[in-house]
């Protein structure tokens, strides 16, 4: 029996500004069991990083939670009073953040950083109990054994991040969410921190939320997929079933979108820009990009296709794959 980790129910994240609230996460729910490797894809300004720091509760002004529920592994994480929230950060879930390389204190040894998290939580290592722990952390993201000894000026990028990791897994936490850890690295540096990520999980058995925007990578990495659009989730479901039959149009777009060096098929971009989220656009918030838009989809907002437990896609077409609606209304864009 698979245990869930993390559940997230109905959960509203809106930023006040002049203009209007925006609502960067709209009525979003999800489901994470113990172990799932899980990658939340979705453009630039989709909501990605307000979900990552919701689940943390790290949502600051103007930013704020109207509405829902967190739950990471029996905690209810939006009622946890401020002096449980510093354990319940790095205990039941750490991040590395997006940009973690600046995150860095550049004034001390990357060692004593390590050890300041593990002071900060109580954890009390002698100098041969601390030397190990260093150790066999750097063992696990791959870095040599003097690195700790280093500053991180003396690091490239790519060994910043994977120390970001191991600064993360210290306290080894239920979770660990990762925000684009591979944006600003090169492409062969970009895999080795997705592999460091990989043997994290198997080594610690601890439930990983990837986010980005990079569907190749994001696929290769995770079990489950998620993708998000304008604060929505508007497809979950497994990796390989999300590639091999996408089915939302989004979904469809971002897998068209992607090189394919067998076949050699034409790319295809995503056509126009994503929406306000001040005003978003009515129905489908999808609706105005979409080249499979229909007479329903500027009005009415899709109800939930469940394809089985795990897996659910918000899309009108689904009406029509179930007959309910006559398919010559379909028009291209
Ligand atoms: N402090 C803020 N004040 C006002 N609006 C904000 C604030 N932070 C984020 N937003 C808005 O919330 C929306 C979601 O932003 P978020 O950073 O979560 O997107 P993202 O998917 O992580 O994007 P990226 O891939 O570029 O990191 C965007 O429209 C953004 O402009
Ligand atoms: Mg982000």
Do not use: W
């Not at 690091?155 to 660990?176: D, E, F, H, T, W």
């Amino acid at each position: 029996m698979s245990q869930t980790i993390l559940e997230i129910k109905n959960l509203y994240v809106n930023y006040h500004t002049r203009q209007g609230d925006v609502k960067a996460v709209s009525n979003l729910n999800l489901t994470l069991d113990k172990g799932d490797k899980f990658g939340l894809v979705g453009e630039s300004g989709s909501g990605k990083t307000t979900l990552a720091n919701a689940i943390l509760r790290m949502i600051k002004p103007p930013g704020y939670i109207p509405e829902g529920k967190i739950n990471l592994d029996g905690t209810d994480v939006l009622s946890l009073s401020e002096s449980d929230l510093r354990k319940f950060r790095s205990t039941s879930v750490a991040i590395v953040p997006q940009a973690a390389m600046n995150a860095l204190n550049p004034v001390r040894r990357i060692g004593q950083q390590i050890n300041d998290a593990f002071v900060d939580h109580g954890v009390k290592l002698s100098k041969s109990e601390l030397n190990d722990r260093l150790a066999e952390l750097m063992l696990t993201v791959g870095l040599r054994s003097e690195v700790p000894r280093l500053f991180p000026h003396e690091l490239s990028g790519g060994m910043k991040q994977r120390v970001s990791i191991a600064m993360a897994v210290s306290l080894n936490p239920k979770l660990i969410i990762a925000d684009e850890p591979t944006s600003a690295l090169d492409v062969v540096v970009q895999r080795q921190v997705i592999d460091t990520l990989d043997q994290v999980q198997e080594k610690y058995g601890s439930t990983i939320l990837l986010v980005g925007h990079d569907m190749g990578l994001m696929a290769q990495f995770s079990n489950r997929l998620g993708i998000m659009y304008a604060g929505e989730l508007v497809e979950i479901g497994s990796s390989t079933e999300i590639f091999s039959k996408p089915n939302h149009p989004y979904t469809e777009i971002l897998i068209s979108s992607l090189p394919d060096t067998k076949t050699k098929r034409k790319l295809v971009g995503i056509p126009g820009l994503p929406p306000t989220l001040i005003n978003p656009p009515t129905g489908c918030k999808f609706h105005p990009r979409c080249p499979k838009v229909f007479e329903p989809c500027s009005d009415l907002v899709p109800e939930k296709e469940i394809i089985d437990e795990k897996s659910f896609f918000f899309c009108h077409l689904s009406t029509i794959n179930n007959g309910k609606v006559d398919k010559k209304i379909v028009g291209t864009k």
